[in-house]
């Protein structure tokens, strides 16, 4: 598969990016060696093999969810810059 600098220009449009005209050169270049790299994997001949649904023969171990202590509010408020005694004080961030 060829890439054009239309198809450049049409995959920009899409991801609402814009490049300068060297970089489209490499990035170009760039989709040149993907585009090939998939290609070649596609000569691969896969047949009878089956397809991989894990990395390792390892079972994943979970611990086991418990219930730990928690910090109180007073040790959580301590080192705040600005509270109310009960909350957190933060500036405004969305105006009604």
């Known amino acids: 598969m060829e890439i054009t600098p239309k ?8 991801s609402r990016l814009e490049f300068s005209p060297d970089k489209k050169e490499s990035i170009r270049n760039d989709l040149a060696r993907m585009v ?5 994997l596609q000569e691969v001949n896969t047949t009878g ?3 991989l649904l894990w990395m390792t023969d ?3 171990v979970w611990r ?8 109180s509010r ?3 408020l301590r080192n705040a810059p600005l509270t109310d005694g ?9 105006k009604k």
Not at 7 to 14: C, N, S
Not at 64 to 71: F, M, Y
């Open 36 to 40: 090939g790299f998939i290609e070649k």
């Open 49 to 51: 093999v089956e397809p």
């Open 86 to 94: 009960t909350y957190f004080k933060v500036p405004t961030v969305i």
């Open 74 to 76: 007073e040790d959580a």
């Open 7 to 14: 198809m450049i220009d049409h995959l920009a449009h899409l």
């Open 58 to 60: 390892e079972a994943q």
């Open 64 to 71: 086991a969810d418990e219930l730990e202590g928690s910090v």
